[in-house]
């Protein structure tokens, strides 16, 4: 067994107390961060997932080994971001109205945050009204992402597309979109300006769509 086994043992059994000491030992051994975070803790999540599609876990082992992988990525969090990067730009991110899944939403922020950008983040449920009223406020926003990780609140993106556009703020600001039912035929279909399937390709396309 590797650290890297261990740690995603330790998030799929939904040891909060282990996870956080295994990734700093990890990053002390000299481990890449971004290593630990692909290798380690996010299959973990997809081994959960699959377990509770399959009726052999249940909600409330999906909710431990959120908060196990919430320990890790808190530790990994300062080695992911670049030291000293210039400000790029500003971003908000949220997930969307009825849906409670953060763990996504919160990698995306943090890997756009570690290329430079000042990030809001709107936390879950966010309805569209919500990212208006930021915009309304905040007009040198760039960029609005946006998180699903349900089928039934995809269409949500949707919604908060269409509000920017009614309230005049579209051609302000680029829309990212993602989570794990989001696909690109999706995103053409709601207007959105990208979509990437993982946090990091989300962080160098907010780079490729402030640099223009
Ligand atoms: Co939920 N859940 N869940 N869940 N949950 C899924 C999503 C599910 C696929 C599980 C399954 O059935 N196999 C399923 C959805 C099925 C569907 O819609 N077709 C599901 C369900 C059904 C539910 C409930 C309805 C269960 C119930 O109550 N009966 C319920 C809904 C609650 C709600 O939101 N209203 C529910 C609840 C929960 C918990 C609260 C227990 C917990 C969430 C805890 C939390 O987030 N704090 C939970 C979890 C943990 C999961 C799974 C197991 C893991 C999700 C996760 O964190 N993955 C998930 C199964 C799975 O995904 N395999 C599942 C790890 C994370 C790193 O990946 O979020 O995909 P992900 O993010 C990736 C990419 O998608 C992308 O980058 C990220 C990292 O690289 N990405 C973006 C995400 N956002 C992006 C935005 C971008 C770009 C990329 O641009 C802006």
């Known amino acids: 067994m590797t650290i890297i086994d261990d740690i995603s043992s330790a998030v799929l059994r939904g040891k909060r107390k282990e996870v956080a000491p295994l990734v700093q030992q990890a990053l002390d051994e000299g481990l890449d961060p971004v290593a630990i975070l692909n290798d380690g803790l996010v299959p973990a999540m997809s081994v959960i997932g699959e377990k509770f599609s399959a009726g052999e876990a249940f909600v409330p082992e999906m909710l431990v080994a959120a908060r196990a992988m919430a ?120 207007g959105a300006d990208a979509w990437t399937p993982d946090a990091g390709a989300a962080a160098a396309k907010a780079v490729e769509l402030v640099r223009g």
């Open 71 to 190: 320990a890790g990525t808190e530790v990994l969090k300062p080695h992911l971001a670049e030291a000293g990067a210039e400000p790029l730009g500003k971003a908000v991110i949220g997930t969307v109205r009825g849906d409670m899944h953060d763990i996504g939403k919160n990698l995306v922020r943090m890997m756009i945050e570690s290329k430079g950008f000042e990030v809001t983040d709107l936390g879950v449920d966010v309805a569209p009204e919500q990212f208006v009223t930021f915009l309304q406020e905040h007009e040198d926003t760039d960029i609005v992402c946006c998180s699903a990780l349900l089928t039934t609140t995809m269409p949500e993106i949707g919604a908060t597309i269409r509000a920017i556009e009614e309230a005049g703020l579209r051609d302000r600001v680029k829309v990212m979109v993602g989570g794990a039912p989001v696909t690109q035929a999706f995103a053409d279909e709601v």
